[in-house]
């Protein structure tokens, strides 16, 4: 290990969670403690051909900086870390365009571009070896021994995001269509909350496909799918459905070992014991050597973590091309 | 029954199938068979407020109808029957306008309106009671003891339509993914086909979710599900699983006796013993009393053959406010 670098009293670091929703954004000490009120801007960053629009986010991205300065009376920033969901497979403009801008505006040189399931995972596990299960709308599940990442699912509502919100709801509305039909596998129980939430049921077609956001539509299903649970076995049966795929997801991504740390992090876990308590099971019947631990922050935090560790050079998270870069260190 | 009207020497009638890929047309005379060559128009007919648009369907039917007039050396059309998708839930306008416009346009006041799964089924069964399973990438399966519909299914690739293309390609897709990240359920098989269609399968979403024609996109990989199941288990329980799918929505809508006509349309039915195989099996354990029947013709057949009945008087299908309306009858 390298000595730890030298910081300066008044340094700061700048962590940014990058989303659906739009852009939050907090300050801390190299210590990595947050300090109390992140920012957050309104809009989400726009996608263009390029993937990610860098100067969409810079422009967004500086005034919160600065705001968070003032807040604090002022300091410096020594190092940033971003974490942004799409930057896997969208985040060339940003690898190539925010470091030289952040060193141009705030003067930092250092500056970690990160894959959202990475921050969500330094957020919830720190730097030790485990796996997280990151599941809201969608769902995916990442993992590391420290020298390498894996990464299971989140392919989006038609291709995977098995077990996550969109999931669950879509399947309890099946269900509800099922009971509406006289088909097998329907339950009169949801098909009540259905219609009492919907409408005449023949409608739902009509109010679903033509939204651009259907999963979040299906995924607002699955509270009341988790409502029915207790009473209701087609409703269990879909979140022992749900748990089994969790527990598949974060088994092809537990890094070897005698044990694996499993966080679960995210809104979908909100859904509480009618999720949680089948999880519990399937993880361990199919991870035995699992260890459930709680998630210890979220990606912002994840994000506020990263930045500490690349400010004092004791970032033991592993680069990846996608997943995880580091711009301006010491050595580099 | 009242006795069969007098159907004069030219009498011809007229048969239109209405759909996804635009319309097709038909004359006959009123004994039902089909005159050789049915047209075609480019386009759909468009969808508004007000739901399929009449005066945009009358517009591409009209030359459609004199065009095939023209073929047969002239003639009187004394019925029309017209099969559409949507009409149930989209067929308010076509129903308030298409009688009297087609009066008008050609002196044809007999006419029927019917959703694309009555001339399906008209096409399939003819006037018999039974079930019909209509499927190509969604699925819909409709039946009759010739007192009143039953409907199952149909309800698109996000609320069913279960067992149909799209829901079997997805499913396969769904393995696609698995086998990538190392999860259970993957299929190193379709993963081959998936790679050599597509690409790198971590690009799929990027491919998948811009696409306004998703369920076809998905629909696409069905038939690379059945070439692989002889040998990959994966693919050979997706389409078991559809073959149950397929036989509940048959158990559904199959009118009480002691035996239930079963006839399988649709273009999903290419896919042949992979599929048909499991679904003989499924339909023998589920529905013992179902006896599979060839589908005798299409829907624009169907539409023919309802436009026949009208025209004389005998048809036996029941009317209902949504799938079968018939206007301008003797006694109405």
Same mark, same amino acid.
């Given at each position: 290990?390298?000595? $730890?670098?030298?910081?300066?009293?008044?340094a700061?670091v700048?962590?940014?969670d990058?989303? =659906?929703?739009g852009l939050?954004?907090?300050l801390?000490p190299?210590?990595?403690?947050?300090?109390?009120a992140?920012?957050?801007?309104a809009?989400p960053?726009r996608?263009?051909?390029?993937?990610?629009?860098a100067?969409?986010f810079?422009?967004q991205?500086?005034?919160m900086?600065? &705001?968070?300065?003032?807040r604090?009376?002022?300091g410096?920033?020594?190092?940033?870390a971003?974490?942004a969901?799409?930057?896997?497979?969208?985040?060339?403009?940003?690898?190539?365009?925010l470091?030289s801008?952040l &060193?141009?505006?705030?003067?930092?040189?250092?500056?970690?571009?990160?894959?959202?399931?990475v921050?969500?995972?330094a957020?919830?596990v #720190?730097?030790?070896p485990?796996?997280?299960? $990151?599941?809201?709308?969608?769902?995916?599940?990442i #993992?590391?021994?420290? +020298?390498a990442?894996? %990464?299971?699912d989140?392919?989006?509502?038609l291709?995977?995001?098995?077990?996550? =919100?969109a999931?669950?709801?879509r399947?309890g509305l /099946?269900a509800?269509?099922r009971a509406?039909?006289? %088909?097998d596998?329907?339950?009169?129980?949801?098909l009540?909350? $259905?219609?009492?939430?919907?409408?005449?049921?023949?409608g739902?077609?009509g109010?679903?496909y033509p939204?651009?956001?259907?999963?979040?539509?299906?995924?607002?299903?699955a509270?009341?799918?988790? $409502?029915c649970?207790?009473?209701?076995?087609?409703?269990?049966?879909?979140l022992?459905?749900?748990?089994r795929?969790?527990?598949?997801?974060?088994?092809?991504?537990?890094?070897a070992?005698? +044990?694996c740390?499993v966080?679960?992090?995210?809104?979908?876990?909100k859904l509480g014991?009618?999720?949680?308590g089948p999880? %519990?099971?399937?993880?361990?019947?199919r991870?035995?050597r699992?260890v459930?631990?709680?998630?210890a922050?979220?990606?912002?935090?994840?994000?506020?973590?990263?930045?500490?560790?690349?400010g004092?050079?004791?970032?033991?998270?592993?680069?990846?091309?996608?997943?995880? +870069?580091?711009?301006g /260190?010491?050595?580099s």
């Open positions: 290990m390298r000595p $730890a670098a030298e910081v300066p009293a008044d700061l700048l962590g940014v990058s989303g =659906g929703s939050r954004a907090a801390g190299p210590e990595g403690m947050r300090a109390p992140p920012v957050r801007s809009e960053v996608t263009g051909e390029r993937g990610i629009d100067e969409h810079i422009a991205l500086l005034p900086a600065r &705001e968070l300065l003032a604090v009376g002022g410096r920033i020594t190092a940033v971003i974490g969901a799409g930057l896997a497979t969208l985040g060339d403009d940003l690898r190539a365009q470091p801008a &060193e141009e505006a705030l003067g930092v040189r250092r500056v970690a571009l990160a894959a959202d399931a921050t969500a995972y957020g919830a #720190g730097d030790r485990g796996a997280v299960v $990151a599941a809201g709308t969608g769902l995916i599940a #993992g590391t021994d420290l +020298t990442w894996r %990464r299971a989140g392919w989006g509502h291709l995977g995001d098995c077990g996550g =919100g999931w669950i709801g399947a /099946e509800v269509m509406h039909d006289g %088909r596998g329907g339950s009169k129980a949801l009540v909350r $259905a219609e009492d939430l919907f409408g005449p049921v023949t739902l077609p109010q679903l939204r651009t956001d259907r999963p979040a539509v299906l995924a607002s299903f509270p009341h799918v988790a $409502a649970a207790a009473d209701d076995p087609v409703a269990e049966g879909i022992r459905d749900a748990a795929h969790i527990a598949q997801a974060a088994a092809a991504v537990c890094p070992g005698d +044990t740390e966080a679960l992090t995210g809104g979908l876990f014991e009618p999720l949680t999880l %519990r099971e399937e993880l361990t019947e991870l035995p699992a459930q631990v709680t998630a922050g979220d990606p912002l935090d994840g994000a506020l973590r990263i930045a500490a560790d690349i004092a050079d004791r970032l033991r998270l592993p680069r990846d091309p996608r997943m995880l +870069t580091v711009h /260190e010491a050595d």
